[in-house]
Nanobody
Framework: QVQLVESGGGSVQAGGSLRLSCAAS????????MGWFRQAPGKEREFVAA????????YYTDSVKGRFTISRDNRKNTVYLQMTSLKPEDTAVYYC???????????????WGQGTQVTVSS
C-alpha cells in the first residue's frame, strides 16, 4: 500500500504561483512513477503531469507546458508541482497519484491522494 498526502493548495490571483507537495509513504515509494491530476467543478478529472521513478521521464498536458514543473525528491519521498503564471482555468482540486509505470501515472494510477484545492481568481 502507498499513502499519499497533498499540501500547498490555496487561493492566488491570476499570474501568481503555488507549489504543491505530495508526501508518500508505504512500500518502496521511490520506485513508483508519480503523477498529478486535477478536477474542476463539473468536469472530469484530467491528467496534469507525470514523472518516472528516477525523474528522467516527464510528461505534461499541453495546457500547463511552460508554466508547471513536476519534480521529486526520493530521499524525502515527496513529489512537487511548481505552478507559475496561474490562470483562473487552473482552478481545481489537485490530486497526487502513484503508479508502477509512467504510462499508468498518466492514465490509471494505482493510488490517489485526497486532493488539495487550488483557486485562481482573475
Amino acid at each position: 500500500q502507498v499513502q499519499l498526502v497533498e499540501s500547498g493548495g490555496g487561493s492566488v490571483q491570476a499570474g501568481g504561483s503555488l507549489r504543491l507537495s505530495c508526501a508518500a509513504s508505504g512500500r518502496t515509494v521511490s520506485t513508483y512513477a508519480m503523477g498529478w491530476f486535477r478536477q474542476a467543478p463539473g468536469k472530469e478529472r484530467e491528467f496534469v503531469a507525470a514523472i518516472s521513478w528516477g525523474g528522467g521521464t516527464i510528461y505534461y498536458t499541453d495546457s500547463v507546458k511552460g508554466r508547471f514543473t513536476i519534480s521529486r525528491d526520493n530521499r524525502k519521498n515527496t513529489v512537487y508541482l511548481q505552478m507559475t503564471s496561474l490562470k483562473p482555468e487552473d482552478t481545481a482540486v489537485y490530486y497526487c497519484a502513484a503508479a508502477l509505470t509512467t504510462a499508468q501515472a498518466r492514465g490509471v494510477p494505482d493510488y490517489w491522494g485526497q486532493g488539495t484545492q487550488v483557486t485562481v481568481s482573475s
